[in-house]
C-alpha cells in the first residue's frame, strides 16, 4: 500500500491521457522512480506529445561534480511503450518520441552516493529536451522513509529551486516545475537512511594525468589480457626449453667418452661428434673467446699447428699440416685467424699488436650448431630478433602513453604495453630454443664433465693416456676443468707431442705449471678482438 497523498499524486499524473498538465498542444511528462533495495534505480516515464510534434531527449550518463570528476551512470533495459524509442549509446540515452502518449522505461546504476555521513539518491528526471515541457511532475519511491528533498531546475549549474517539492507520506518524494523550456534539466537530489540501499555511485576523473593514469574497465581489461598474454608466454617458453630445464636438474653420471679400436688402443670420442668450441655454444648459447681458445688448443692435439713456449711470457705458433676437408667451418676460420695465408708461424705477441677479426670464426660457429641441428636458429639471431621486437613495442608504449595522457584517455593501457616491451626485450637472452638434439647433447655434456672429473690415469693404458689427455684437455678447457686434468695426468710423465719449450727438456709438469698462463694468455688476446664474450 502507499500512503493517500502520494497515490493521489500518482493517479492523478496518470490519469492523463493526452497531457500531465491538462493543455491541448503542449508536451508533459510524469517520471515516477523507484529504488529497489539492490541499489538499482527503475525509471518510468510517461511523456505526451501533441499531435503533429515530436520531441526528443538526450540524457546525459556523465554529469560534471567538479572541475576534472564526472559521476558516471549506468542505464540498462531502455524500451518504449508507444510510438518512439530509446537507444544507449556512447555514454547518453537518447528517447525520440512521436505524437501520443509515450511509456519509457529503464534502470540505472551508479544514482546511490555515500557524502560524509549522508546516504543520497541523485538523478535528473528531466533533462536534455529539444523543446519545452509545460510541465513536469516527478515521484520518488526509497525502501525506507526519505530524510530529506533537494529538487533545482533550469540551466546546468543553476541554484534555482523547483516549483514545488516535498516529501510524501514517509515512503516517497513528489516535486513539480511548471514550464521547463528547451534545454534545461531538473535535478533531484533525495537524502536517505543508513541502509536503504549499497551505494554505487561511480566517478571519474575526466582530465589530468590522474585520469590518464586511471584504472578505467578498459585499462583494467588491458592488465588481465596482459597478464594472460605473460602467462601464455612463460608456458609456451617452458615447453620449448622445458627439455633443457629437466637435462640440467636431472642427475647424470660420466658418458663413456673413452672407446676401444679394432687394434685394443683406448682413444677419446666426444658424445654426438661434438667440437671444443662447440660445446660452450650448446652450453650457454654464446660464441665465447674460451670456445676460440680450446679450438686453438684442439688444432694443435690434432696436428695442424705446434705450440711452442717462448720465454716466460710468450708462445709461437707454427704451421705444422694445412687446413684441409677435415675442419669444420669455423675451425677453418680460427685457423687462417691465428695463422693466415702466407704466415707459418707467430708469436701470441704479435697476436695482439695485429688485432686479429674473428666475425668471420661468430658467424661460422653459430652456422655450425644450426646446422648441425643442436638449434632451430642462430642463438644471436634470436636473441636480437626478440630484443628488437621488445623495443618496438617499449617505443608503441610510450608513444601511446603519451598520445593517450595527453587527450585525456586511458594511457595506463600504454604504459602496460611499454613495460611488456621491457620485459620482452630483457627475455630475449632466453629465447634461442634448443632442438630434442640439442638438448639431449646438453645432458651429455653433464655427463662429459663428469668425467673429466672422475677419470684417473689409472682408467687407461699407458701408452694410450698421452693422446687421451691431450684429447680431453681442449673440452677441459671449455668446460673450466683445466686445473683438475692438468694435476691429476701432469706428474711425472714427458712431454706432449704437439707442445713444446724453446731451451728446455721434455716436461710435462712444467707444461702444467705453465699451461693455465698459456689459456690466460691466449684470451686475453682473442678479446681484443671485441667479437665475442669474454668469460674472464
Known sequence: MC???LCTFVGTAAAQPSSPAGLPGTVGADVRLKLERDGRLTVTEVVSVPDGKSAKRVVPLRIAVGDDRDRVFDVTDASVEGNGSATVSEGELTIALQSGTSTVKYSVVGTVAKIGDTLELRW?????????????KVSVITPDAPKSVNCLAGPPGTSRPCTSADLGDGRGVRATEIGLPAGERIDVAVGLQDGAAPANARVEQTSGLAAAFALTPATAIGLGGLVVLLLGGLALLWYLRGRDARALASEVGPVNVLVTDPSGRVAFASPDGVLPGQVGTVVDEHVDVVDVTATVVDLAVRNYVWIEEVGERDWRFVRRNPADSSLSGYERAVYEAVLPDGVDSVLLSELRGRRIDLARVRDELYADVV???WFVRRPDAERSLWWWVGLAVVALGVVATVGLALISGPALFGLVVAVAGVGLALGARWMPARTKRGAALLEHVRGLRGYL???????IPE?????????SLPYAVVLGETERWLTTFAGGRPGLYWFGQADQSADLGRFAQRFPHFVGALDGVLAQAGHLRSLR
Request: glycine share 2%.
Open 463 to 471: 701408452q694410450d693416456r698421452e693422446m687421451v689427455f691431450s684429447r
Open 371 to 373: 646446422a648441425r641441428n
Open 124 to 136: 535528473q528526471p528531466a533533462s536534455g529536451w529539444d523543446t519545452a515541457l509545460d510541465s513536469v
Open 453 to 459: 672429473h672422475t677419470a684417473s690415469p689409472s682408467d
Open 3 to 5: 500512503a493517500a497523498a
